[in-house]
């Protein structure tokens, strides 16, 4: 969470930075700041609000911020309210309790992560005469700088980040060093852009996008300076390395609107082309699909030097672990029905946060998948490098973003293009990480000799057909409006799905909860009677999917169930379920019955409710209260 910008150049940068958080305000919102080397006399100057960034623009206007080097944060709160005095950058400004009143700020830090040792760090600064003024453990690592310093700003880093536990990704700048920053990190992703007489850092290369398509992909424990001549990076045991420039096409163009209202929407709608271009080049269904891109210091590498190929870990393994959060995690709980039921494989799926913190039962011949549409989820990470630690080498990622760590650290990689993803509440994110599982599914089932060549055809023309059938889906959108205007009174909802359609009920009680603030539970449809129809009244919403599957029987029973309690029905029903409107049920019919693939396209009339209902209560939709897009801290 939390975005970080920071440059080095010789002409004026303020415009690149506040640019930047535009960009990345998707990643949290709840405060934003800018801090810059202003002229010698004033040292550091800052420019801080808890509205959005377009308020910070305004402001920097009006200060008419300008320098050649600086650093600039989009916050989402950790330690501390979103309130000003908590806002990044931070100041440090030396010891003592008039420092402030007497002293111009020396350094300025901003920061991502979580720092686990900071009230012991704090209370040590503090004996040295340092005065706190915000509730933030990032005001800890400020101060810890500037009492390491003793004229270089990179090994006061350097010597800060050896105390520091937990995870960050910083950037910093001195009143005493001209058009220098300096960056850390560990188990938050920073980036260093190389430029033309410019230098960047930043959370994400669409930060710089438009400036420079030249990205380093800094280690874990790097430690980083820029100048607008040059850069140098150190390790993590303080020895200066060379890291690889990769040239990376962020798609700045992602970021607007175009005809759209909101990213959600936008997004929503892009769904097609985003499976599309996830199974471009998709000819038939073999395990190289899933060696996935070579990249320098992939934690998967053997001692040679070379990722296993796919066919190698496929023959090694039958049982597949599947480690994910929030949206990825109901992805991996439909892949397991299809694992199961077309594979053949045992599988087991975790939620990434409770599965490193409980004893768990390794075995070396388990597949083990990391779902993550940024492939930088704290949570999922420390999961997959638990699970490789208990002897679980085998390892494979399903993530949006080829140069992330998780596809530097599994031996295999599938990179669905779902492109830049701008909404908080994932979409074409799920959609994509279902086909790409899906596809997995087969590879493993053909590895396994579970697939005939029939059934691949089968499978092959209808994962072809897909876009063309989620346009058709899409096309529902005035029927959904109608649904969403009845949601927009209510503060409750429940929804309901079988078998392979109950993880998509949870993802679409998510949606709701994520953007329109309805409280939303799902439940397996047979679970019901077993607790959850005491909550059922006519001011209760239930929204059933009911595909044309073997458990339609079982689930109309389940509608009976409702209507005997004077519950209101919402049903996404298959062309041929003999569903009919009545009082009391409102039925939106499918185009199509789609068979196993059928989850890629229910989830969809979820997503529009889900986004309709917020428009009519008038939410934030792209940015939900609480919430921020890329989850990198723990």
């Known amino acids: 969470m939390c975005g970080i910008v920071g440059a080095a150049s010789h002409r004026d940068i303020v415009p690149v930075l506040v640019q930047g958080l535009q960009r990345l305000e998707y990643r949290g919102y709840d405060s934003c700041g800018v801090a810059v080397q202003a002229a010698a006399a004033s040292g550091l100057t800052r420019a801080r609000t808890t509205s959005r960034v377009a308020d910070l623009l305004a402001q920097v206007q009006h200060e008419q911020l300008q320098s050649g080097a600086g650093i600039a944060h989009t916050r989402w709160a950790t330690h501390g309210a979103p309130v000003v005095d908590n806002a990044h950058p931070q100041f440090s400004h030396g010891p003592g309790a008039d420092a402030q009143k007497t002293q111009p700020p020396r350094i300025a830090l901003v920061h991502n992560g979580i720092i686990e040792n900071y009230e012991e760090l704090r209370a040590r600064l503090q004996g040295y005469g340092y005065r706190f003024v915000s509730q933030t453990d990032t005001e800890v690592i400020v101060h810890l700088i500037d009492s390491l310093y003793q004229g270089d700003l990179l090994a006061a880093v350097q010597a800060a980040v050896r105390e520091l536990r937990g995870a960050y990704a910083i950037a910093a700048i001195c009143r005493d060093e001209p058009r220098r920053v300096v960056g850390a990190r560990a188990g938050s992703p920073l980036i260093l852009g190389v430029g033309e007489g410019e230098n960047f850092l930043a959370s994400d290369a669409m930060a710089v996008a438009g400036v420079t398509d030249q990205i380093i992909y800094l280690e874990e424990g790097d430690v980083a300076a820029i100048t607008p001549e040059g850069h ?14 990769h040239t990376v096409h962020a798609h700045s163009g992602a970021a607007e609107l175009g005809p759209y209202r909101h990213y959600m929407q936008k997004e929503i709608f892009e769904q097609p082309r985003a499976i599309a271009e996830t199974l471009e080049g998709v000819h038939a ?21 070379v990722r296993p190929c796919a066919r190698q870990v496929f023959d090694a393994i039958d049982k597949v672990l599947i480690l994910a959060c929030g949206t990825s995690y109901f992805s991996g709980c439909a892949a397991k029905y299809w694992l199961e039921d077309i594979a053949r494989l045992p599988t087991q799926v975790e939620i990434a946060s409770e599965y490193r913190y409980r004893d768990s039962v390794p075995d070396s011949r388990t597949l083990v998948v990391a779902i993550s549409q940024s492939g930088e989820t704290a949570d999922t990470l420390a999961a997959l490098r638990h699970a490789r630690a208990q002897g679980m080498t085998h390892t494979l990622t399903i993530c949006n973003v080829a140069t992330s760590a998780m596809a530097r650290e599994c031996e295999l990689a599938y990179i669905t293009r779902a492109g830049v993803e701008i909404g908080v509440a994932s979409t074409k994110a799920f959609t994509t990480q279902l086909a790409g599982l899906f596809l997995l599914t087969l590879a493993l089932a053909q590895a396994k000799g579970r697939l005939t ?11 072809r057909h897909l876009p063309l059938a989620l346009q058709s889906v899409l096309a529902l959108e005035p029927q959904v409006i109608g649904w969403a205007e009845d949601f927009a009174r209510k503060e409750h909802a429940l929804f309901l799905g079988r078998g392979l359609h109950y993880p998509i009920a949870l993802e679409g009680a998510l949606k709701l909860k994520e953007v329109t603030y309805i409280h939303a539970e799902a439940y397996a449809a047979g679970e019901l009677k077993h607790g959850p129809l005491a909550l059922v009244t006519s001011e209760m919403p239930v929204v059933t999917v009911a595909p044309n599957d073997a458990l339609l029987e079982k689930l109309k029973s389940n509608l009976q169930e409702v209507r005997a309690r004077g519950g209101v029905l919402y049903v996404l029903a298959d062309a041929d379920t003999c569903i009919e409107s009545a009082e ?24 529009l409710l889900a986004y309709h209902t917020a428009c009519a209560r008038g939410t934030d939709v792209d940015k939900p209260r609480n919430l921020a897009k890329s989850v990198t801290v723990e």
């Open 453 to 463: 060549c029939a059934q691949e055809a089968h499978h092959m023309n209808s994962m």
């Open 584 to 607: 009391g049920l409102h039925v939106i019919r499918m185009p199509e019955h789609y068979g196993l693939l059928s989850p890629l396209l229910h989830v969809v009339p979820l997503q």
């Open 232 to 245: 140098v990076i150190a390790d993590g045991a303080g020895q200066r390395v060379m890291r690889k420039v």
């Open 285 to 305: 269904i073999v395990p190289e699909l899933f060696d996935g891109p070579v990249q320098e210091g992939a934690g998967g590498r053997d001692g040679a030097g």
